[in-house]
């Protein structure tokens, strides 16, 4: 009797297992109810799991359906719903801070509406997906690297294809897909990738010793096979260390633009100068161009007032905050200030101030305007 009731126990618990941890590098806890469980590789993970990662810490989970989940450091993931039989099959996550990235398996394949990943501040649906996301209360950071998905909330959806992201600030809709950056892309990933050590390292001490086993599982390796076209996507050439560094902003605007030479173009909005108001016509005229390399910037203002016209060379610096300044090149005192705004830097606006001496220099006449151009597409 005893004996074939240990049998049935073990029976229910190998039923209920739904995944197991085949990865893990520093330390993880997982709730079961009430019950709190070191986890350890090897652990089995049931519905309505929860696991918190420790800082420096990181793990991998692979489901019964070959989904993969891997988690950064000081992230929280739990197990909403998960049916994986011949009947059903459904796979609602959450994850509610940190560094994530999802391989969907077969559930994912035969029925993508039913694999839903919740965070803080959306739900993503998926269609043959790799998704790498930094998670916390005030926003979200959703990439997709293989696939499609379509990241949602109470005021809109987007989708995101592969290769792109999308940000979600907390209560609002996600903001238009954009275009990422390669090494933007794999330092993403690599916050929630096992195989990679964080920096600093958690130090081991005897109460929480770091465990680190197979880089990459036997099942993970498979799935990422599967998926070869997520590999020519996510997969980059080792960097130099000067390349793995973090973009500065200037790259991250160049990334941001896809060039490194934007041009804008606009019009002298408002301004007057000694000898009246500056004209809105067809000669007035700005045109800006940078160069995100070197941080340099020249252009030409032109506009004409009641008297006179007026065809002012100029040249400067885009700093680091992307403000830029610059001055006169052909005569002119003085020179400027603007800023390249917009979701996606499309704009830069500024204001000027010049001088132009007159009259055996006895006598100063002063410009003053404030301009608007828009990127150049």
């Known amino acids: 009797m005893k004996y074939s009731m240990a049998l049935l126990l073990i029976s229910s618990s190998l039923m209920a297992s739904i995944g197991e941890i085949t990865a893990l590098r520093g330390t993880a806890d997982l709730q079961r109810g009430t019950e709190h469980i070191p986890v350890t590789v090897g652990t089995k993970l049931?519905?309505?799991?929860?696991?918190?990662?420790?800082?420096?810490?990181?793990?991998?989970?692979?489901?019964?359906?070959?989904?993969?989940?891997?988690?950064?450091?000081?992230?929280?993931?739990?197990?909403?719903?998960?049916?994986?039989?011949?009947?059903?099959?459904?796979?609602?996550?959450?994850?509610?801070?940190?560094?994530?990235?999802?391989?969907?398996g077969k559930i994912g394949k035969i029925a993508p509406s039913h694999f839903k990943v919740r965070?803080?501040?959306?739900?993503?649906?998926?269609?043959?997906?790799?998704?790498?996301?930094?998670?916390?209360?005030?926003?979200?950071?959703?990439?997709?690297?293989?696939?499609?998905?379509?990241?949602?909330?109470?005021?809109?959806?987007?989708?995101?294809n592969q290769g792109e992201?999308?940000?979600?600030?907390?209560?609002?809709a996600p903001r238009e897909a954009e275009r990422v950056n390669r090494i933007i892309m794999k330092q993403l990933d690599k916050k929630s990738d096992p195989a990679v050590a964080p920096s600093p390292i958690a130090p081991v001490t005897s109460t929480?010793?770091?465990?680190?086993?197979?880089?990459?599982?036997?099942?993970?390796?498979?799935?990422?096979?599967?998926?070869?076209?997520?590999?020519?996507?996510?997969?980059?050439?080792?960097?130099?260390?000067?390349q793995q560094e973090q973009l500065s902003p200037r790259e991250e605007i160049a990334n941001v633009l896809g060039t490194q030479r934007p041009v804008y173009e606009g019009r002298v909005t408002e301004g007057s100068t000694s000898y009246g108001v500056i004209q809105q016509d067809d000669y007035n005229r700005v045109h800006?161009?940078?160069?995100?390399?070197?941080?340099?910037?020249?252009g030409n203002i032109q506009f004409h007032d009641?008297?006179?016209?007026?065809?002012?060379?100029?040249?400067?610096?885009?700093?680091?905050?992307?403000?830029?300044?610059?001055?006169?090149?052909?005569?002119?005192?003085?020179?400027?200030?603007?800023?390249?705004?917009?979701?996606?830097?499309?704009?830069?606006?500024?204001?000027?101030?010049f001088e132009e001496k007159e009259f055996f220099n006895l006598h100063t006449n002063k410009i003053d305007g404030k301009f608007e151009a828009d990127l150049k597409r």
């Open 46 to 104: 049931e519905k309505h799991d929860r696991i918190d990662t420790a800082p420096q810490s990181k793990l991998q989970i692979v489901f019964n359906d070959k989904t993969v989940i891997s988690l950064g450091q000081k992230s929280r993931f739990s197990v909403d719903e998960y049916l994986f039989d011949d009947k059903n099959v459904q796979a609602r996550f959450t994850i509610k801070k940190g560094f994530f990235k999802s391989i969907t």
């Open 119 to 160: 965070t803080a501040n959306a739900t993503i649906g998926v269609r043959g997906t790799t998704i790498i996301g930094e998670i916390s209360q005030k926003r979200d950071i959703i990439a997709c690297t293989y696939g499609r998905i379509v990241v949602s909330t109470p005021q809109g959806s987007v989708v995101v």
């Open 165 to 172: 992201r999308t940000v979600v600030a907390q209560a609002k």
């Open 208 to 242: 929480a010793p770091v465990t680190t086993l197979k880089t990459e599982t036997t099942e993970s390796k498979r799935v990422v096979e599967e998926q070869k076209e997520s590999q020519k996507t996510t997969q980059i050439i080792e960097e130099t260390p000067q």
């Open 288 to 298: 800006l161009g940078f160069d995100l390399g070197d941080g340099s910037m020249q």
């Open 306 to 353: 009641n008297v006179e016209q007026y065809n002012i060379d100029v040249g400067g610096k885009l700093k680091e905050d992307a403000t830029f300044d610059f001055n006169s090149r052909n005569g002119y005192d003085g020179g400027g200030h603007g800023k390249l705004e917009g979701t996606k830097y499309e704009q830069a606006n500024g204001t000027f101030h």
